[in-house]
């Protein structure tokens, strides 16, 4: 009946009951019947006999869809709006894409001027006609939660906090005299701090434009789409806190935004046809829907701005350098306290600087020094303390000031500087702060004008006082620390203070608005989540959470370390893009562990810069999030991330080929240096400097599989057909498999079948007790070669059958194997555990166990392999 109403066929005779309870329309029975005694001649003849009405009645299933026919029979309802996606039609009656309009406008008459010396031609804001008025995503969720909202019936409407769809505001709506274009959600910045990376940004117009092209058709909708992009005067300027020359990263931000204008005006952006034109030019191809509202006006849901402008006026980014002068020499002198305020600014500085880095694992030492492959060239490597008990980081904050007249309490210079710890010269004095009044603090907060000094004050008010203290700043009540910190937040938001951002974000328990489809889209690819620090407060998200709990878990996680709590997000937000476009990277890989991989892209940074523990964490938190995400997909990859921050490359990963080559050669010339100093009259000091030097011109090639397992062990990474094979091992033990102390029980073979998803979590449960990721590595080596065990030794292996089998006990010894096998060869392991040291690495295994190629002649599977036949040789 339906399938007709749709395809607009002559109606289908349908045998209604008449009730009169329900007086204008008739019901309609569960089922219809033929009576018993002409069942005979149906069964001669189908459909011969009158059918008449039987059960439940009316039957609620069968009489929506006959209301809904009769509004689609009546043309209350058209068939596309209830099948957006088109379904009812062929793949013969689909069209193909249509071309994407696309309208640039310039927020600025600067910004404007500025793309017009590109050869790239648009309107201002204020220059369009006066019929088009151009609004925010936000008015439109605003306006949309009017709709079946209803006192009567308790109906809220539409929740004005969920999602509106790209294709909902590519569509030109006419209410009342007006012609209403809303712009897409993604260019409101104030839902995620992401979208102020430029290169982010402009990623996300590519891919969400090429989605429109793909989708648009399906919809069934008349006209083509209009997206209405605007570029702001902050897209075209450089970061705050960069690494590379500013006039460099200046010219390539305005490169990568003019070089997407400019792939739209030629018409193909991302595999999307595009046409760039004005409004008016789109007027008439455009589709086109009309809301209206019984109680007429809605002009009240309107923004008094046409878009949400740059939101600092006072905007705290970065001055333009002098040419060769570093940023910092732009700054102001007469606009910094520092010189006004030295000693008790240094102090204020110096306890701001303690909680501005990442909260490390201070149960495994190894992981608190960030893994330096460097270390012993570092006299004294820093180590991070952990925040201090007088930061308030509330799990249950009050309800957040969602939005602030920003500059209204602060005025901010156009420098901005982000200063390190080492501009402090005094020495932290904990008496000499908590002697310092609040009064003073505030005096020196209003004579300030610069950004970081700003932060670095309210930063430590909210340390002292707590964020609800009222400052009364300029004499206005109600300027609470929590105030200033949101003010600080979209500040260092718009200079791009990458470091500020996420601390302030962290403080405020600022929640990204993509982390929760983020987290949805990796685990429906069955990639679960570990967020916290290993063996401290490390929670598992197994299935999909809303926005409030997702803050609750974080607020645990990271109840003590408000910059990875920012941090962590950012990067699931973008493990969530990668596993979308690229699934093969997280291949045999079922749970994530967030805080491991923080701290091994912080120990690549470490070595790649050679920079000490506490460098390592800050130097993290300045890079951009589009730099986080090039990061990770080096690691996810298989690539060592180098350092090619020079010249005009991103922080993209190099990927570095090794073999047993390599290790062979390396060998022969170190045994070759140690004869050749060996009669020369050297101090044991000066000879272990000149194998350190030659270990620094060689370096590139050593210390690359001690990385690879360290960056697997952080991903979680196995071999394929991992868990089936270690399925067939445990079967082999009575009494299981003991990993870590934890057992790996026989009985789970009997419950789950190899492939059985629950079984792999359960192995993953065992190995992620284990802190250390090199270790981990080791540890999977070994069970992987455990299978081979009857073809190993060609006869039935000597299984124990009184306890579980202890798979560390195979590391040791293989480790024992490998310190003998290369002391008689006389190679770097006489620098270690040859000479009986004990290596500062993990579990006490030779490190350069650790740093050896799996397979080959000097591989650690010939030795796990020679320590196997060992332990389960018959006697």
Known sequence: MEDNCCKGEPKTKIIVVQDSKYEYVGVIPELYLVTKEKVELERQKHGSQERVPGGITPFLWAQSLYIICCLLRYRFLTPAE?????????????????????????????????????????????????VFCIQPAQTFARILSRIGASEKLNLTGRPTDRDIGLLSTSKLYHLGDKFVIFTPQFMDRRRSHLMYDIRILMDEWTSELHYIYNEWNSTGISGRPLVVLVVSKNMLETDSTTTLAPSLLNRRHKSTVLGTIKKIKNGYIGGARVVMKNISD?????????????????EEFFISETLPRSLLQDVATAATPDVGGPRSATLRRADSIRDRWSRQFNAVHRASMRHRSIVLDSNDSDL????????????????????GEGIETSNKPKDLISAVKLSEHLHTSNSSSSMSSSDSISKFDRAQLEDMSTEDLIDMLLESTILDE???????????????????????????????????????????????????????????????????????????????MPTKSEEAITCPKTKEELKDIFGRAYSDDPNSFTLAQEIIVSLGSLVRTDPQLFVEM??????????????????IRKLSATEASQRLLAISPYEVKCMLFSLLSGRLLEDITSGEETAAGKEIHTGMGSFRKQIEERKSLRKSVAGANLQQEEIDDLLDGDDVEEGFQFGIWLRHRRIDGALNRVPPDFYSNLWDSVRLFPHGLAINRMILQRHLTQEMTRREIKFALEVEQVLNQISEPEYREIVVEVLTL??????????????????????????????ELFVEHNKRLETVVLECCGSGKVCDSARSICKHFYDTAPAGEFGTSHYIIKALMDIFAPL
């Open 590 to 607: 079922f749970r994530l562990r967030i805080g491991l991989i923080i701290q091994i892209i912080a120990s690549e940074l470490a070595r």
């Open 368 to 387: 608190a020094q960030l893994r330096l492959v460097y270390a012993k060239k570092t006299n004294n490597p820093d180590v991070l303390s952990p925040v």
């Open 786 to 815: 455990m299978n081979k065990l009857e073809e190993l030794l060609m006869t039935k292996p000597r299984i124990p059958t009184d306890q579980p089998f202890e798979v560390d006990i195979v590391v040791y010894r293989a480790n």
């Open 454 to 532: 700003q932060a670095t004050i309210i930063h430590f008010l909210w340390m002292k006082v707590g964020p609800n203290f009222d400052t009364k700043l300029n004499s206005v009540n109600g300027v609470t620390v929590r105030v200033l910190m949101e003010e600080i937040y979209v500040k260092a938001c718009e200079s791009r203070d990458w470091s500020w951002v996420r601390l302030t974000g962290g403080l405020l328990n600022k929640q990204l608005d993509e982390l929760a489809k983020a987290v949805t889209h990796l685990l429906v690819r069955q990639k679960q989540i570990t967020v916290g």
């Open 82 to 130: 209830i099948d957006p996606l088109s379904r009812r039609l062929t793949l013969t009656e689909r069209s193909p894409p249509c071309e994407v309009q696309v309208v640039i406008l310039a927020e600025t008459m600067d910004v404007q001027v500025e793309l017009r010396d590109n050869e790239i031609d648009v309107q201002l804001l204020g220059e369009v006609d006066p």
């Open 282 to 298: 789109f007027f008439r191809t455009t589709s086109v829907s009309k809301l209206e509202f019984h109680d007429g006006n809605i």
